[in-house]
């Protein structure tokens, strides 16, 4: 049966973060203690974010600058701790995937008597948080659709564990897309940015909770950006517009799905390595691609918004926009030993990601994948 919801009131396009005031004018006069989570002090200089956090306004608003990268469970931790007297009725998270998963994250903790971050980290696990706030998304990168989902990523080195926090009720109040926060993002990012958005629109294209609404709209996202990626390396406007769209629409793909295989593998890369997500997602695409391709349904379809013929194409045409943005194209070139890849394939199997994948994955499986990747000379594998 297909079914698709998504509740998120999404404004995209340039200039569009100037109607995040008037949003927050509908708050009840008593509602209105407002956390700006961003991810730098620059952000919080932007006229619209200025304006929200001048003293004596008409909102009793807190900014907090977040700088960490995969946020762990302490780190939210201690943002919540940082927080906490300001019980804010809306969070509004400005920045990439780090800083909209800690701002949907910190709704669910709000009101909460946490005595530590173990105590943080049971209740995570339990799946025992909802939220007591509600947040707006502001992306300032084009790739997580963070802004358009109802899940957050924390990271649990110390446990070797990555954590979500899941709930239909925590998706955001409204979503601002504006592609103009995006220009002036290195290459580097941009491309790894769109990369991971691509994997999205894929990921829920084959997914096994794949629907008919996020099957197209995934195909029109993965068409959207990788029409449009080589022009980042001009740095071109139109170009952060076409990804902030497509990231959007991947996003609201794959809301409804979930990821498979590529993200289920690539997070320990992420948490053992510091490979940044957009590219462990990236190079693990034409692999699985090539894995799942039996099981694809229309898998012409998908080929063609992507711009290939095959899993091999796909692979060269990866690998030339990550070398062009001068990030690796293999895990070698990362720094992945060899001998970690048999741990690195065990640790691959992600609940609700790995058996959302169209063909059962084993550990041997993840670890033929790894080893298609680990040198750029190698060619995609099927298990």
């Known amino acids: 049966m297909n079914c698709y919801y998504n509740p998120v009131h999404t404004l995209q396009g340039p200039g569009c973060l100037a109607q995040l005031p008037a949003l927050l004018h509908t708050l009840p006069a008593d509602e209105r203690r407002v956390l700006v989570l961003a991810w730098s002090e620059e952000a919080l200089r932007h006229p619209v974010l200025a304006g929200l956090l ?3 306004g008409e909102f009793s608003a807190q900014s907090l600058v977040f700088t ?3 946020p762990t469970v302490e780190q939210l931790f201690d943002a919540w701790r940082a927080t906490r007297d300001l019980a804010p009725r809306v969070v509004v998270g400005v920045g990439g995937g ?9 709704c669910c903790l709000y009101g909460r008597d946490l005595q530590d971050v173990d105590d943080l980290r049971a209740q ?4 025992s948080l909802y939220p007591s706030a509600r947040w707006i998304g502001v992306p300032t990168t084009a790739g997580t659709g963070s802004e358009v ?4 990523t924390i990271w649990d080195p110390e446990k070797d564990a990555k954590r979500s926090l899941e709930s239909k009720a925590n998706y955001a109040w409204a979503a601002l897309v504006d592609p103009e926060l995006a220009e002036g993002m290195p290459v580097r990012l941009a491309v790894s940015s769109a990369l991971d958005a691509v994997a999205h629109a894929v990921e829920s294209y084959w997914a096994r909770h794949t629907n008919t609404v996020s099957r197209a709209l995934a195909l029109e996202a993965i068409r959207t950006i990788m029409g449009s990626i080589d022009d980042l390396f001009s740095g071109a406007p139109a170009a952060h517009d076409a990804m902030a769209r497509g990231s959007m629409l991947a996003g609201l793909a794959f809301s409804n799905t979930k990821t498979t295989a590529c993200h289920s593998i690539s997070y320990p890369l992420t948490m053992h390595y510091h490979i940044p997500h957009g590219a462990a997602v990236a190079m693990l695409l034409a692999p699985v691609l090539a894995l799942n391709a039996p099981a694809v349904e229309d ?6 918004a992507l711009g ?8 060269r045409r990866i690998a030339g926009l990550l070398v062009r943005s001068a990030q690796p194209a293999s895990l070698e070139g990362w720094g992945v030993a060899h001998d970690d890849l048999p741990h690195l394939a065990a640790l691959g199997i992600t609940k609700g990601r790995a ?3 169209p063909v059962a994955l084993t550990p041997d499986c993840i670890e033929s994948l790894l080893e298609s990747i680990y040198q750029m000379n190698t060619v995609p594998c099927v298990c």
């Open 54 to 56: 001048t003293p004596g």
């Open 68 to 70: 960490a990268s995969n």
């Open 98 to 106: 780090t800083i909209l998963d800690v701002a949907k994250s910190l």
């Open 124 to 127: 995570i696990a339990a799946g």
């Open 149 to 152: 989902t109802c899940w957050a």
């Open 299 to 304: 898998l012409d379809a998908l080929l063609d």
């Open 308 to 315: 290939v013929r095959d899993a091999a194409m796909l692979q």
């Open 355 to 357: 058996d959302n994948n």
